[in-house]
């Protein structure tokens, strides 16, 4: 089946700090992969994406790149703000087209300090 | 635009209460989402919708019913729950076809407590 792993959280960095998020997944095919991010008390919010090997997803400063021969979708951010403090989750969805089923990596809370 | 909206945001209800929760979006996606997320942890699929009608629910008790009235509009009616079912319930929605297809897009969520 389809699974993604996560690096443990949380991740404690300072303000202006470079971040990276590890996150590797199994699945057959060609998934579409998606970093969402979930600020407290709030719904997820979709953060960046890519849909091949290769592509890079970027959005608000956060990039992300498809590497298909490692299997991997880690999240970077050159330099964070304490308004990036959320749970980020990477996922997966099988396939394009129809209804998807997407497959949840555990979350990684981020915490940046001043 | 691609907004999800939920009300209410937060409920508290006794375990013999009815109440519904309801998410609306007018993206022109025909495929929707009700997902169950608990503290520190991912969201749980419960339903998806496609074209309003049912096309999966994951083993969900029957005392979570949900309605797709149009396709627009989903709703989920709770009746006689537990307190182990306070959690955050999330809204998605999706294309059903096309290159954008595979991409959910969430609702802020309803905050349920059960008394």
């Known amino acids: 089946g389809n699974s993604v792993t996560q690096m443990e959280g949380p991740v404690t960095l300072s303000e202006e700090a470079f971040l990276t998020i590890n996150c590797t997944y199994t699945?057959?095919?060609?998934?579409?992969l998606f970093w969402y991010v979930q600020y407290p008390g709030e719904g997820l919010q979709l953060l960046l994406k890519?849909?091949?090997?290769?592509d890079k997803g970027s959005n608000k400063g956060f990039e992300a790149t498809y590497r298909k021969e490692t299997t991997s979708f880690h999240l970077e951010k050159g330099s964070v703000q304490v308004s990036d403090s959320a749970v980020y989750f990477c996922?997966?969805?099988?396939?394009?087209?129809?209804?998807?089923?997407?497959?949840f990596g555990t979350g990684t809370k981020l915490q940046v300090i001043p | 635009d691609t907004e999800v909206t939920q009300t209410p945001k937060h409920l508290v209800m006794g375990m013999t209460n009815k109440k519904s929760l309801k998410c609306e979006q007018h993206?022109?996606?025909?495929?929707m989402y009700w997902y169950k997320q608990k503290a520190k942890k991912p969201p749980e699929l419960m339903f998806v919708?496609?074209?309003?009608?049912?096309?999966i629910n994951e083993s969900v008790p029957s005392r979570f019913s949900p309605e797709c009235p149009n396709s627009s509009l989903l709703n989920l009616h709770l009746h006689a729950l537990q307190p182990e079912d306070s959690a955050l319930y999330l809204c998605?929605?999706?294309?059903?076809?096309?290159?954008?297809?595979?991409?959910?897009?969430f609702g802020p969520g309803t905050r349920l407590t059960v008394l």
């Open positions: 998605a929605s999706s294309l059903t076809r096309g290159q954008a297809a595979d991409t959910q897009y």
């Open positions: 993206m022109g996606h025909r495929a």
């Open positions: 699945a057959t095919g060609y998934p579409s």
């Open positions: 890519a849909t091949k090997a290769d």
């Open positions: 996922a997966l969805t099988p396939y394009s087209g129809g209804y998807q089923k997407v497959t």
């Open positions: 919708y496609s074209y309003e009608k049912l096309s």
